[in-house]
């Protein structure tokens, strides 16, 4: 198994960035893929962007361009990279992991593995 923990949310302005990250520790001697998801109050949790333990990668629509997913095999940690924030991406923000080498789904059911999340307010 492994256990998730993630950081860096906050309060920020619109147009303002944040960079969350997500520590891994257990069996990730296994290979990985990993995904951010974000839930906002009375709505699904939606899949935000995924990496394969190769490191390709895949974000939905709505933050194409503004987001990146990256990770650093060494430090077991994933991070999210977001940029031009906007209101609209407030929300508790969660990493997950799946024990599959290639995997870039951005479908929460995937995932068996998940932190508690970090949230990320934006004001307009």
């Known amino acids: 198994q492994v256990q998730l923990m993630e950081s860096g949310g906050g309060s920020v302005q619109a147009g303002g960035s944040l960079r969350l990250s997500c520590a891994a520790s257990?069996?990730?001697?296994?290979?990985?893929?990993m995904g951010w998801f974000r839930q906002a109050p009375g709505k699904e949790r939606e899949g935000v962007a995924a990496?394969?333990?190769?490191?390709?990668?895949n974000y939905a629509d709505s933050v194409k361009g503004r987001f990146t997913i990256s990770k650093d095999n060494a430090k077991d940690t994933l991070y999210l990279q977001m940029n031009s924030l906007k209101p609209e991406d407030t929300a508790m923000y969660y990493c997950?992991?799946?024990?599959?080498?290639?995997?870039?789904?951005?479908?929460?059911?995937?995932?068996?593995?998940w932190g508690l999340g970090t949230q990320v307010t934006v004001s307009s």
């Open positions: 257990g069996a990730t001697y296994s290979p990985y893929s």
């Open positions: 997950a992991a799946v024990r599959l080498r290639w995997s870039l789904s951005l479908e929460a059911r995937t995932y068996p593995y």
């Open positions: 990496i394969d333990s190769d490191g390709p990668t």
